[in-house]
């Protein structure tokens, strides 16, 4: 079974641009959540959805983060524009049901640099 | 608002020795609690995973205990080995939103 994967797994821009971060879940898990983790801190939960369908987006900064899964399948998350305080390590992670006994399976990551 | 502590936030043991790591929360109102080791570089891999109402869990030599009232975990690793060595991270699950994490235990096994 293949494990959550995440695209690039490092991307550098500059401030003011736009980027998208993919995260592919495993095959038949509904949930899918992001996390971000900036420097010196906790791992920190961004959003999380069931399907297609945002269940909690609290932990969204702000409106420059968009999230989207189209589909139910794939998700992906787009900041514009990128300011410096957003880099750091997108998480994606996913589970079969939100049970408490259904364990979240992480990606390894993307490291987003803002210069 | 939920906040979860882990201590120490370094370790370093010689190998073969059995450790006990922290972790403690502030809201006994949990859904789940589950820790992950993390390698450099790399994502979180699940170790274990206890449901608010068990007590505790193992996975070889591995055990986690939960302690809702209290607000306490503790993962208990034997035998410790050089391969051991990660940063060990416990998070607390609140129901339909994300885990709360602890910023982690870095633990180093020495040969």
């Known amino acids: 079974e293949a494990g959550v994967t995440q695209f690039p797994s490092h991307s550098v821009i500059e401030k003011g641009q736009t980027v998208t971060l993919r995260c592919d879940p495993i095959?038949?898990?509904?949930?899918l959540y992001w996390y971000r983790r900036v420097m010196g801190k906790e791992i920190k939960f961004l959003l999380h959805f069931v399907k297609e369908s945002k269940q909690d987006e609290s932990g969204m900064p702000n409106n420059r983060f968009l999230a989207e899964r189209t589909g139910g399948t794939y998700s992906t998350l787009k900041v514009q524009p990128a300011e410096l305080e957003d880099s750091g390590v997108y998480f994606c992670?996913?589970?079969?049901?939100?049970?408490?006994?259904?364990?979240?399976?992480f990606g390894d990551g993307t490291r987003l640099s803002i210069l | 608002k939920q906040e979860v502590t882990q201590i120490p936030a370094a370790l370093s043991v010689p190998e073969g020795e059995n450790l006990v790591l922290n972790c403690s929360f502030t809201d006994s109102a949990i859904y789940n609690l589950q820790w992950f080791r993390q390698d450099p570089g790399k994502g979180l891999t699940s170790l274990l995973l206890i449901q608010s109402s068990q007590r505790e869990q193992t996975s070889g030599r591995l055990n986690a205990s939960l302690d809702k009232s209290s607000g306490r975990s503790t993962l208990y690793i034997a035998a410790s080995q050089p391969g051991d060595s990660a940063t060990y991270l416990c998070?607390?699950?609140?129901?339909?939103?994300?885990?709360?994490f602890g910023k982690g235990t870095h633990l180093i096994i020495q040969p």
């Open positions: 095959s038949g898990h509904d949930n």
């Open positions: 998070a607390v699950g609140g129901g339909a939103d994300g885990l709360t």
């Open positions: 992670a996913s589970s079969q049901g939100g049970g408490s006994d259904q364990p979240q399976h």
